[in-house]
């Protein structure tokens, strides 16, 4: 079965920093555009970062603008997605997914496959 596994989340003070991991299983992940989505509490599910499969590049999506920072690491099958500076409204499920080879500068929930169970993200002080 394809799928990801999502890990690293956590209960973290705000203004911290956690590095969230995307292992696949059952693919090579280097062959795909890998993003990061989150669901907070009673809202909908959202993308904030991409990563192409070539090239590695990267698109980020509204507020997550110079705090998040994707990354991939092909040899280990793993993606990232270091999040500094961390505030009460980053809450929420992250979710990590596959989709084709790039990521065309869009972020979106219903052009990916192969998605994880999720870790938990809590802000609090």
């Known amino acids: 079965q394809l799928h990801v596994v999502e890990s690293g989340g956590g209960l973290v003070q705000p203004g911290g920093s956690l590095r969230l991991s995307c292992a696949a299983s059952?693919?090579?992940?280097?062959?795909?555009?890998i993003g990061w989505f989150r669901q907070a509490p009673g809202k909908e599910l959202v993308g904030v970062s991409c990563?192409?499969?070539?090239?590695?590049?990267?698109t980020y999506t509204g507020s997550v603008k110079g705090r998040f920072t994707m990354s991939r690491n092909n040899a280990k099958n793993t993606a990232y997605l270091q999040i500094d500076g961390l505030k009460p409204e980053d809450t929420a499920v992250y979710y990590c997914?596959?989709?084709?080879?790039?990521?065309?500068?869009?972020?979106?929930?219903?052009?990916?496959?192969?998605w994880g169970q999720g870790t938990q993200v809590t802000v609090s002080s």
């Open positions: 059952g693919f090579t992940l280097e062959h795909y555009a």
């Open positions: 997914a596959a989709k084709g080879f790039y990521c065309a500068g869009t972020v979106l929930v219903h052009e990916y496959a192969y």
């Open positions: 990563i192409n499969s070539i090239g590695g590049t990267k």
